[in-house]
C-alpha cells in the first residue's frame, strides 16, 4: 500500500471544512484502491492528510490530482507519495 500525504494552507477553515466534507472526501474515497483516509483540522492554519491506496500507482495518480481539485481557500504546500510500513 501507498499513501498521499498533503499538507495544505488553509485560509478559510469554515468554508474549506464544508467543501472537504461535500466535495474532496467524497472524490477521494470514490478513487480506484481508496483503502482509507484522514483529515487533520488545521493548526496555525496547517492542514495535513494522509489517503491510503492499494497499489503506487493508484496513490501516484491522487497526488496528481490533488492540486487540481484543492478548493480555492486551500493553498497545496506539498504533496508526497509514500510507502505504508505499517498499519494498525
Do not use: C, I
Not at 491506496?53 to 490530482?65: I, K
Not at 492540486?67 to 506539498?78: F, G, H, I, L
Amino acid at each position: 500500500m501507498h499513501a498521499v500525504v498533503a499538507t495544505v494552507q488553509v485560509d478559510n477553515y469554515d468554508e474549506a471544512r464544508k467543501t472537504l466534507n461535500e466535495r474532496v472526501v467524497p472524490m477521494v474515497s470514490g478513487q480506484p484502491g481508496f483503502v482509507t483516509g484522514v483529515w487533520l483540522a488545521p493548526e496555525d492554519g496547517k492542514g495535513n492528510s494522509v489517503a491510503v491506496f492499494e497499489t503506487l500507482e493508484q496513490a501516484g495518480n491522487m497526488a496528481d490530482m490533488v492540486r487540481q481539485v484543492a478548493p480555492s481557500d486551500v493553498t497545496v504546500e506539498d504533496v508526497s507519495v509514500r510507502e505504508v510500513a505499517a498499519q494498525a
